[in-house]
């Protein structure tokens, strides 16, 4: 079975902690996508990847950091700098990023929730 | 940078049909996506417009006007099962990386009533 997996599907945070969500995928997509939404908000970008070893910030990357050392998996760590963590994570994948119809799978998503 | 402007609420009937707008303004358009995201869950993908027209996929068909920067996404023959959330989201080109990225709208929720 194909998909994007994320875990955990709950999680809280301690003021002044890391914590790392996880994405997998065995879709065999190039590129994938970290974005964050809240409530009455659209999906907004923090970090992408279009190959092994290079990432990209999106529109919300300060106090989340990326790595891409596999193919298959594109994990993304909350930072204690991020004063508002709150909120849903999507990780999603495509084909790569430069083909035209681009569509993006979606994982089930990671909550996040302070302590 | 993108601005894309869609209903916040809609309420329809079932069995009835439904249209949800949406509006963009884009410097380098390359694309439309309609997503469904039921509460709680990952966005599904519904369809896809780089041309204008109309595309239908069974109950579902999305409309796009590049020169008016509109899109439409027609529900027919509402099910309970069509009670979601609903996300317009534009492809343009990020010049300053060299990709294309998706901006997504606020998204629309609708509530089919009986």
């Known amino acids: 079975d194909g998909g994007i997996t994320q875990s955990p599907k709950y999680l809280f945070r301690k003021e002044g902690q890391n914590v790392t969500l996880s994405c997998e995928q065995n879709?065999?997509?190039?590129?994938m996508y970290w974005y964050r939404q809240d409530p009455g908000q659209g999906l907004r970008l923090i970090y992408y990847s279009q190959i092994v070893n290079d990432f990209q910030k999106g529109d919300i990357a300060e106090g989340y950091s990326v790595s891409r050392e596999k193919k298959e998996s594109f994990p993304l760590t909350v930072t204690s700098a991020q004063k508002n963590p709150t909120a849903f994570y999507l990780c999603?994948?495509?084909?790569?990023?430069?083909?035209?119809?681009?569509?993006?799978?979606f994982g089930a998503g990671t909550r996040l929730s302070v302590l | 940078g993108q601005n894309i402007d869609q209903p916040t609420e809609m309420t329809a009937t079932e069995g009835a049909i439904v249209q949800i707008n949406c509006t963009y303004q884009t410097s380098g358009f390359n694309g439309l996506f309609w997503y469904q995201q039921h509460a709680g869950e990952a966005p599904t993908f519904l369809s896809y417009?780089?041309?204008?027209g109309l595309e239908e996929k069974g109950r579902f068909s999305s409309f796009l006007s590049r020169s008016k920067g509109y899109s439409y996404l027609l529900l027919k023959e509402l099910q309970m099962k069509d009670s979601a959330s609903y996300l317009c989201?534009?492809?343009?080109?990020?010049?300053?990386?060299?990709?294309?990225?998706?901006?997504f709208g606020k998204g629309t929720k609708l509530s089919v009533i009986p």
């Open positions: 989201a534009v492809r343009d080109l990020d010049k300053g990386a060299g990709s294309y990225q998706l901006t």
């Open positions: 999603a994948s495509s084909i790569k990023g430069g083909a035209t119809k681009n569509i993006q799978y």
């Open positions: 417009n780089v041309l204008d």
């Open positions: 879709l065999n997509h190039d590129a």
